[in-house]
């Protein structure tokens, strides 16, 4: 346990962290093709800043909570000012508590950049709201991790829409004196969870729905399924109706992750979804034993991503932003008091855990080969397989159903 995760608990009223998900009603999955090099419509036109010139000496962002620290929260976590004197680039940062909420955010024009997550990418790029990158302008993104990048969720057909800034995979926390034998398969959490009824714990989002059809991918390969956020109908249906199964079992749905701690630590969840800064968390307190384990049918998980707004005031000083966030550096000390693996691959030399990196499988391309990153479900199916698929509005309605 870092002291940058210590300080973190501090936080934790105010950090409902990543990829939240509420309502959609008013966010809807823009309809078109599909990214990472596969077939389907193109994004709306939008030109890329060709050269770097002066920075405009302003800066608007929308940040997930502890991407952007001033020191404000805590007076030696700080890589906004340094940033600020550096560039004269004056930040302004606007917190985005869900990706619904980023999402209309950019939309109005106010902001020069956002750290999306792959449930907001997508829906970002096909409604033309953020420009492609040229990452000859971001000289960090040639040692950023390699198997980040030209992904399904950050780029299509081979241009970069952004420039990746820290992942993780959504693990299987557990407590190992009740949960017995040592779980290797989700299963613990569908078909299994019997014996831990009422115990059971899942993030709170429509995207958990992928979790469920990753499951059935590789449990049920008469259903077809060949990516978990590209469902035909039938193929959604199967992964609803085992995700209504498993609400019988589920004592807790938590996005805030000081809800999940608690969870645990009272004893009212013995079993379910995590992320690694979770289950540091609770093993720092003390408080009650847990483990975690990537199941055998792998995972899935996010990788977040700074783009750059189409209507951008201040574009040079979003290429400044993006170049000083991934530096070793600063990139090492956001994913040490934010908890997650650096998307920079130098950053592992400059954590003040030196096991930081090995915890969160940083540079671990096969642990990272294994998990399915948070994709926006379209129409256009994202693996490229047809137009035959459900979109992400669909799926806030279905999970409005599982959830009852």
Not at 135 to 154: D, E, G, R
Not at 284 to 302: F, I, N, R, Y
Not at 328 to 349: D, I, L, M, S, Y
């Amino acid at each position: 346990m870092t002291r940058t995760l210590l300080r973190r608990t501090a936080l934790a009223a105010s950090m409902v962290l990543a990829v939240a998900l509420t309502g959609c009603s008013t966010a809807t999955t823009t309809s078109g093709g599909s990214a990472g090099g596969t077939g389907g419509a193109q994004p709306p036109k939008v030109a890329e800043l060709k050269k770097l010139g002066a920075g405009e000496g302003a800066l608007n962002i929308i940040a997930w909570a502890g991407y952007a620290e001033d020191g404000s929260n805590d007076k030696t976590v700080d890589w906004v000012h340094p940033f600020e004197q550096q560039t004269g680039c004056h930040v302004n940062v606007k917190i985005g508590n869900t990706s619904d909420e980023m999402v209309q955010l950019m939309r109005t024009g106010q902001y020069d950049g956002v750290s999306a997550s792959g449930d907001a990418t997508l829906r970002l790029i096909y409604a033309g709201d953020v420009a492609p990158v040229n990452t000859s302008l971001v000289p960090n993104y040639a040692s950023i991790s390699s198997f980040l990048k030209n992904k399904a969720w950050n780029s299509v057909k081979g241009t970069m829409y952004g420039i990746p800034h820290g992942w993780g995979a959504n693990v299987l926390l557990y407590n190992p004196k009740v949960v017995t034998p040592k779980p290797d398969s989700w299963s613990v959490v569908f078909d299994k969870a019997g014996p831990y009824k009422g115990k059971v714990t899942a993030y709170d989002s429509p995207i958990y729905i992928a979790d469920a059809a990753l499951y059935l991918m590789r449990t049920n390969p008469s259903l077809g399924i060949k990516d978990p956020y590209s469902l035909t109908e039938k193929q959604l249906d199967a992964a609803v109706t085992l995700l209504k199964q498993q609400n019988a079992n589920v004592g807790e749905y938590w996005a805030d992750y000081t809800k999940a701690v608690q969870a645990f630590e009272s004893g009212s969840t013995e079993v379910g979804t995590t992320w690694q800064v979770i289950a540091n968390l609770i093993a720092s307190d003390k408080k009650v034993p847990v483990a975690t384990v990537l199941p055998k049918e792998g995972a899935t998980g996010w990788s977040d991503t700074w783009m750059v707004s189409s209507k951008a005031k201040h574009p040079n000083c979003m290429y400044r932003w993006m170049n000083w966030i991934t530096s070793p550096k600063v990139n090492a000390q956001v994913a040490e008091w934010f908890g997650e693996a650096p998307a920079q691959t130098k950053a592992c030399t400059e954590t003040s855990d030196k096991s930081f990196c090995a915890t969160y499988h940083a540079t671990d391309a096969a642990y990272a080969s294994r998990i399915h990153y948070w994709t926006t479900p379209q129409k256009q199916c994202v693996d490229g397989s047809g137009n035959g698929c459900t979109d992400y509005s669909e799926w806030v309605t279905k999970w409005q159903q599982i959830k009852g």
